[in-house]
C-alpha cells in the first residue's frame, strides 16, 4: 500500500471524526445529562450551515459569517429549548422522539420557506481554499485541514472545560445524579439551557464548516445524524471523552473501509466479488462495529460513572 | 404525507348544476384521478418540487381537465424511500382508487412500486426512474414510461467518451439498482480501459476518500453519475480537491437545472448526455420552458420535463377512449401511440413501453449577463436510439 496514499487517507478519517465529533459533543451531554433524546440537533447543523452561508453572502466577510452563524444558533438552540424541550424532560423518551422529530419537520419547512428547496451556494473564503504541501508530495486541501484544526482546538477547549472548571463540574455532576446536582441547590434548569445551547452551538459549527463543501438544504442534518448516533452510542451516552474517541474511530473505520476494504477483498475473494461486496461492506461497517462494541461493552466504551 | 388538489367549492356547484343543465354524455360524471408519486420531502424533495411544478403547469395548459374530464390530483410522497413509496402506493391505489399512478425518481423506489400498481390493474406512468427490469422482463402492458431506460444516457457519454478516444476512466455511481444501469450503460459502449469502478453510499455527502483514492490511480478521465444533492457535493469536492486541472470530468444526471444554482462556476464547461435540454427547439418545449419561467422563475429541470410529458400522455389516452377510463385495453392501444406533443419532439415507443430517442451532448455554458451557466446542446450522439433490454420484454403489439 502506496505510504503517502495512506496518510491522506488518514488525513480524511481525522477530519471526519473531528466533524462528527462536534455534533456527537452536543447530542451526547443533551443525552447523558438531560436525559433527552433530540432527534432535532441535525437541525441545528443545518441552521448553522445556512446562517453562516446567508451572513457570509450579506456581509462578504467569512470571519462575521462564522461568528454570526455560531451566535445565531446559539440563540436558536436556547429558544428551542426554552420554547419546546423544557416540557419533555420528565416524559418518556418515545415523546422525545416523536416531538422532536416535529421540530426536524417543522426546521425543514421553515428553512424552504425562508430560503426555498433548492440547496443555496456556499463558497469557502479564497484563504482557505487552495492546497498545502505536506512531506513526501502530499497536497491537502487547505481547507479540510482547518477543519481538523478547529475540530481538535475545540476537543481541547471542551476538555479544559468540562474537566477543569466549576460548569464542567456542574455538567459532570449531571450526568451522573442530576436529582443530587439539583438537591445541592444548583440551578439545574438554568444549567440544562446553557448545555443545550452549547451542544446548538457546536453542532452549528460542525454544519457552516460543512456548507461549503457538502449541500447546504432542507434535511441536510438528517444525512449525517445517523454517524452521530453510532457515534454517542459507541462512545458511551454523556460522555465527552467517549465521543471523542467514537468519532475518531467512526471517521477513520469508515474512511479506510470506504477506500481500502474493495482492494483488500479483491486479494482474498474473485475481483468482481470484490466489486458487489466491497462497498456493501463499506457502508455497513461503522454500524458492525457499534453491533460488536454494544456486543462486548453495553455501556459504550467510555461511559459515564452512576446510572 | 400528502395533499389533495381539489376544484374549489364554487367551483364543483357551477359544474354540478352545468351537468345537469346539459345532457352530458355517458361518461362526463367521471373524474380521472392521478396518484403522483415523487419525493417532496428532505434534501431530495427541490426534485419533487420541480415535478410537481410541471405537473401543475401541464394541468394549467389542459384548463385543469385531462381528457376533457374533471381531474384530480393526489400527491405522495416517497420521502425517498422504497417502503414508503409501496405504502404510498397502495393507499393510492386502494383507497383513493386512482386510475393511473405516476411520478417516481428513484429507481429502487420505482422496482417496489410499479409491480403491484399493475398486479391491481391500475396504470403505471413512469415519469424519471428506468430500472431495467422494467424494460425487460417485468414490461406490461400497463406500464409505461415518458423518461428513459437507465442505461441509455450513459451509453450515450459511452459512445462519445469513445469516440473522442478517451481510454484508462475512472467511473463512480452511487451504489443502488440506477447507479449499476448508469455504469451498466456506459459500458455497453466504451470499450477502453476502465481504471476502476466504484460505488459509494447512497446519500453519500463527502467523498473525500474515494477523491484521494481516484487521484492515486492517475486516471485519463472520470464519468461520474451523482443525482440530486450527491452531485453537488461530488461537484464541489472534486473542484475543491483540485482534480478538476488534472482529470476532465464527464457525467449524467449530475449537472442540471438542480444543481448549477448551488454550484454556479463549478460547473462550467461540464460535460453532459440527455434526451432533453431547455434549449431543445421545438413548440411544445418552447411553450413548457418560458411558460414555467414565467410562472415559477427558474428554469425547468428535465424531471419536471418528463412529468409534464407523463400528464399529456395520460391526457391523450383518455382523450382516445373518450373517456371511458374502463376501457383499460382502448387505453394501452392509445398510450402506445404516443399521440401528444412532447417537449422532446419526436415521441415514440418501443415495445416495452420506453420511448426511442434521441441523446444530445449538452455543455454548461456562461449565462447571459452573468447569470449562472445554462446547459446547451452542443450536438447529437444517438438518433432514435432504442434501450437494450426490448429483447427480453415478450409484450408483442
Not at chain 1, 193 to 219: E, K, R, S
Not at chain 1, 274 to 303: C, H, K, N, Q, W
Not at chain 2, 206 to 217: N, V
Request: net charge positive.
Amino acid at each position: 500500500m502506496n505510504l503517502v496514499l495512506f496518510l491522506e487517507q488518514t488525513l480524511n478519517g481525522l477530519q471526519l471524526g473531528v466533524m462528527l465529533f462536534l455534533m456527537a459533543a452536543g447530542l451526547t451531554l443533551v443525552f447523558g445529562i438531560m436525559n433527552l433524546v433530540n432527534l432535532a440537533h441535525g437541525s441545528l447543523y443545518m441552521v448553522g450551515a445556512y446562517l453562516a452561508t446567508y451572513f457570509y453572502q450579506a456581509t462578504g466577510s467569512f470571519a462575521l459569517g462564522v461568528l454570526l452563524g455560531l451566535s445565531g444558533t446559539l440563540v436558536v438552540g436556547i429558544v428551542v429549548e426554552l420554547v419546546a424541550l423544557r416540557t419533555l424532560y420528565e416524559r418518556d423518551h418515545l415523546d422525545q422522539v416523536l416531538a422532536t422529530f416535529g421540530l426536524i419537520l417543522f426546521f425543514n419547512e421553515l428553512i424552504a420557506i425562508l430560503w426555498g428547496r433548492s440547496a443555496i451556494f456556499a463558497t469557502m473564503p479564497p484563504e482557505l481554499s487552495g492546497h498545502v504541501e505536506l512531506i513526501g508530495g502530499l497536497r491537502y486541501p487547505l481547507y479540510r485541514l482547518a477543519i481538523i484544526v478547529v475540530g481538535l482546538a475545540v476537543a481541547c477547549l471542551l476538555w479544559y472545560v468540562v474537566g477543569r472548571t466549576r460548569l464542567g463540574m456542574l455538567i459532570r455532576a449531571g450526568a451522573s445524579n442530576r436529582t443530587m446536582v439539583a438537591a445541592l441547590g444548583v440551578n439545574i434548569r438554568l444549567l440544562y439551557t446553557v448545555v443545550f445551547g452549547f451542544g446548538a452551538a457546536l453542532a452549528g459549527l460542525a454544519g457552516l464548516m460543512a456548507g461549503p463543501i457538502h449541500v447546504v438544504q432542507p434535511g441536510m442534518g438528517e444525512l449525517v445524524l445517523i454517524d452521530v448516533f453510532v457515534v454517542i452510542v459507541i462512545g458511551g451516552i454523556g460522555s465527552i471523552r467517549g465521543a471523542f474517541a467514537a468519532a475518531l474511530i467512526v471517521g477513520m473505520v469508515d474512511t479506510m473501509g470506504r477506500a481500502f476494504l474493495k482492494p483488500m477483498l479483491a486479494l482474498v475473494i474473485s475481483p468482481v466479488a470484490a466489486d458487489t461486496a466491497g462497498p456493501a461492506l463499506a457502508s455497513m461497517l461503522i454500524y458492525l462495529l457499534m453491533a460488536a462494541v454494544l456486543a462486548v461493552r453495553p455501556e459504550g466504551l467510555f461511559p459515564s460513572r452512576g446510572s | 404525507m400528502h395533499n389533495i388538489t381539489r376544484p374549489t367549492i364554487a367551483g364543483l356547484i357551477a359544474s354540478a348544476a352545468f351537468s345537469t343543465l346539459i345532457s352530458a354524455p355517458a361518461f362526463a360524471q367521471q373524474k380521472v384521478k392521478i396518484g403522483f408519486i415523487t419525493t417532496l420531502s428532505g434534501p431530495a424533495g427541490i426534485i419533487g418540487e420541480h415535478m410537481k411544478n410541471s405537473v401543475e403547469l401541464a394541468l394549467d395548459h389542459l384548463g385543469r381537465k385531462v381528457g376533457g374530464l374533471d381531474t384530480e390530483v393526489i400527491y405522495g410522497d416517497d420521502q425517498f424511500k422504497p417502503d414508503v413509496g409501496k405504502q404510498v402506493s397502495d393507499e393510492m391505489v386502494k383507497r383513493h382508487q386512482v386510475n393511473f399512478v405516476s411520478g417516481i425518481i428513484w429507481s429502487n423506489v420505482m422496482l417496489a412500486v410499479a409491480p403491484s400498481v399493475v398486479q391491481a390493474g391500475t396504470f403505471m406512468i413512469g415519469t424519471n426512474a428506468g430500472p431495467h427490469e422494467l424494460a425487460g422482463k417485468l414490461c406490461n402492458e400497463l406500464f409505461f414510461t415518458t423518461s428513459w431506460q437507465n442505461d441509455q444516457t450513459p451509453e450515450a457519454m459511452g459512445k462519445y467518451m469513445q469516440d473522442a478516444g478517451l481510454n484508462d476512466v475512472y467511473i463512480m455511481a452511487p451504489n443502488y439498482a440506477a447507479g449499476k444501469d448508469m455504469l451498466t450503460g456506459f459500458k455497453r459502449y466504451f470499450k477502453g480501459r476502465i481504471t476502476d469502478e466504484v460505488y459509494t453510499k447512497m446519500g453519500q455527502t463527502d467523498y473525500q476518500a474515494e477523491l484521494s483514492q481516484l487521484r492515486a490511480k492517475k486516471p485519463k478521465a472520470v464519468f461520474v453519475f451523482y443525482p440530486g444533492g450527491m452531485g453537488i457535493s461530488f461537484l464541489r469536492q472534486y473542484s475543491e480537491a483540485g482534480l478538476r486541472g488534472q482529470f476532465p470530468l464527464y457525467s449524467v444526471y449530475t449537472v442540471d437545472e438542480i444543481s448549477i444554482p448551488a454550484v454556479k462556476h463549478a460547473a462550467l464547461g461540464q460535460i453532459e448526455t440527455r434526451y432533453w435540454s431547455p434549449d431543445l427547439k421545438n413548440p411544445a418545449n418552447e411553450k413548457y420552458v418560458s411558460d414555467f419561467r414565467k410562472k415559477y422563475g427558474k428554469y425547468p429541470v428535465f424531471y419536471g420535463a418528463q412529468s409534464y410529458d407523463g400528464i399529456m400522455l395520460i391526457d391523450s389516452g383518455v382523450r382516445a377512449v373518450k373517456g371511458n377510463l374502463a376501457d383499460k385495453k382502448g387505453l394501452t392501444a392509445a398510450f402506445r401511440k404516443a399521440d401528444f406533443a412532447s417537449t422532446r419532439g419526436k415521441f415514440v415507443y418501443n415495445t416495452n413501453h420506453f420511448p426511442i430517442q434521441n441523446f444530445y451532448l449538452l455543455k454548461a455554458v456562461a449565462g447571459p449577463s452573468g447569470q449562472d451557466p445554462v446547459m446547451e446542446i452542443q450536438k447529437t450522439v444517438f438518433s432514435n436510439h432504442k434501450d437494450s433490454y426490448s429483447k427480453d420484454c415478450k409484450m408483442k403489439w
